[in-house]
């Protein structure tokens, strides 16, 4: 089952929506790993790719190990 909000919102659908997006903006080929560094020095920057970054960032933590 999904993660939904009280509202009704599917959150986390929405906001992958861009499959690849942060891959293209740091210029990491699909299917390669993005390196943590760059993941975090991205973070950092304003805008749709810092967004992007932050998300990965959260993302990764709920990966089971």
Not at 34 to 58: F, H, M, N, Q, Y
């Amino acid at each position: 089952m999904a993660a939904k909000k009280k509202d009704g919102g599917n959150w986390i659908a929405k906001a992958t929506e861009n499959k690849g997006g942060l891959h293209r903006a740091l210029g990491v080929p699909e299917g390669k790993n993005i390196p943590k560094s760059k993941v975090a020095k991205a973070a950092s920057k304003p805008g749709k790719v810092g967004k992007e970054a932050r998300l990965a960032e959260t993302l990764s933590k709920l990966r089971k190990k």
